[in-house]
């Protein structure tokens, strides 16, 4: 157990649907990453928090994408108008100092 | 934009061989780290380097930094069927900056 929860753990929504997931990090790490993870390939970067900043959004990102961190803790990543091409596991992972610690991630599968 | 590289994408080896997997990163990185995710769980932190030329070890497996901290790579010596995963690098260009994943070397090792 790394201390990073996400939830749900699975969703399938019907293409077109909006989605939300949240990830609850470690409580002492001030940042706070979100990525996505296809089959065979790396995690690709989508956005990352300090603290309750949102420092960088991935420029690959549409606008159906938001991530929000509001007071620091928690965060919550939405997608709106779903499409097929979204689906992947999202990965939150959180730090203090270099060390990120990942959630198990939420699966997402778009039908 | 920023990218990070390595080679080989798959490795099959005989258990008790050794394995190496390399990194390249597009721009001068602050620090390298190197995660390992084992299939259908999520990446885990291994270890970061910093310094220019740095080399350190975990047991049988071996982090280099390269001088221009622009490259890296690990070693495993005499693999086990333990070491069965995708080994992922990853850096920011400064310590504040976002951590860029590479899309990872899967390693499969024949008992």
């Known amino acids: 157990d790394t201390g990073v929860s996400q939830d749900p753990r699975h969703k399938i929504t019907k293409r077109g649907q909006n989605v939300t997931f949240r990830c609850d990090p470690i409580?002492?790490?001030?940042?706070l990453y979100w990525y996505r993870q296809t089959l065979g390939q790396g995690p690709e970067f989508l956005t990352y928090?300090?603290?309750?900043?949102?420092?960088?959004k991935s420029r690959l990102l549409s606008d159906r994408f938001s991530a929000e961190r509001p007071k620091g803790s928690f965060s919550t990543l939405e997608i709106q108008r779903t499409e097929q091409g979204d689906s992947a596991m999202y990965l939150c992972a959180s730090s203090l100092r270099a060390e990120a610690f990942f959630g198990q991630g939420t699966r997402l599968t778009v039908v | 934009g920023q990218q990070v590289m390595q080679i080989p994408q798959y490795q099959h080896v005989q258990e008790g061989e050794d394995f190496t997997t390399y990194c390249n990163s597009s721009t001068t990185l602050s620090n390298i780290q190197w995660y390992k995710q084992r299939p259908g769980g999520h990446p885990v932190f291994l270890i970061q380097?910093?310094?220019?030329?740095e080399v350190k070890k975990q047991k049988r497996l071996t982090f280099q930094f390269g001088e221009a901290k622009k490259n890296s790579s690990l070693h495993i010596t005499a693999t086990q069927t333990t070491d069965v995963g995708t080994y992922f690098c990853a850096g920011g260009r400064t310590s504040y900056d976002k951590v860029i994943f590479g899309p990872g070397t899967s390693l499969s090792v024949i008992p």
């Open positions: 380097l910093v310094k220019s030329g």
């Open positions: 928090f300090q603290n309750e900043a949102q420092l960088e």
């Open positions: 409580s002492e790490h001030n940042r």
